[in-house]
């Protein structure tokens, strides 16, 4: 659900918010490769407010074009291009490897994720992370709509128009871990479930905001009840993996 933002404040995310979550997992000062790098938001945070370098591939040349206005390098095919791949192993041998591959709200777009994800370890050295987030099909919002027997593709969210897989928290990390990754960090965002929400969409009196309101132990427990029920209500979710 990563969309073409021409502005970006960083300081302004809530802890919740899945961009907080995954730049968070990226060091500062790390050497970064991000695949689907749209307009550039992100990648001009990393270079400006992480010291990051920074290297984007993006396949619309519009967001590549508004990418590099940001004073981004930038890249624009894919990485099954044979150019590009040359052009990615060039960069690599001049300013070294790259620490950090980063891939936002991208995976879900592609048919055969698989593929993509073999093709990144030829840039992968031990000490390489990859950051990689997507969405999860089983919010209660689409087993809700399944329940009632629809499935309706839109122009924004988990069912947009343009995604050509869909995850779970658990077969996302086989994916990973069935390409040979192990994982090494894992975070989600969520939006909890509440009747409010349900009849009117209006979030109201939500299990996890009524847990923060007690005293002492609040914010403990509402951990506790996200992590538990984190397959019901997590909307998008972010792995960090190094290669086995």
């Known amino acids: 659900m ?5 502005t970006f404040v960083y300081e302004g995310l809530k802890p919740n918010n899945i961009d907080k979550i995954q730049l ?16 550039g938001y992100m990648g001009e945070y990393l270079v400006q407010k992480k010291g990051c370098r920074f290297l ?40 070294g490897p790259f620490q950090i591959i980063f891939m936002s709200q991208v995976i879900e777009h592609i048919a055969r994720p698989e593929v993509t994800l073999n093709h990144l370890k030829q840039w992968m050295h031990s000490d390489c992370s990859l950051v990689i987030s997507t969405c999860s099909i089983a919010h ?7 329940l009632g027997g629809t499935w309706k593709y839109e122009d924004y ?19 990973l871990e069935q390409c040979d990754f192990k994982v090494i960090d894992f975070a989600y965002s969520f939006e909890d479930i509440c009747p409010f929400k349900i009849l009117f969409d209006t ?19 509402r951990k506790s009840y996200t992590d538990l029920f984190k397959n019901f209500i997590t909307k998008q979710f972010v792995f960090k993996v190094q290669l086995n």
């Open 203 to 221: 979030r109201i009196l939500a299990p996890s905001d009524l847990l923060r309101l007690i005293p002492f132990v609040g914010m403990r427990l």
């Open 56 to 95: 984007g591939l993006e396949t619309e040349k519009e967001s590549a074009v508004s990418a590099e206005e940001r004073g981004l390098a930038i890249l624009c095919g894919t990485i099954e291009d044979q150019a590009i791949s040359e052009q990615i192993n060039r960069h690599v041998r001049e300013h």
């Open 157 to 175: 969210g988990i069912f947009d128009h343009s995604h050509l897989r869909f995850f779970t928290i658990k077969s996302f990390r086989e994916l």
């Open 140 to 146: 209660w919002r689409c087993r809700f709509r399944l």
């Open 24 to 39: 968070d997992m990226i060091p500062p000062g790390s050497h970064v490769l991000e695949i689907g790098c749209a307009t």
């Open 2 to 6: 990563k969309y073409h933002k021409e």
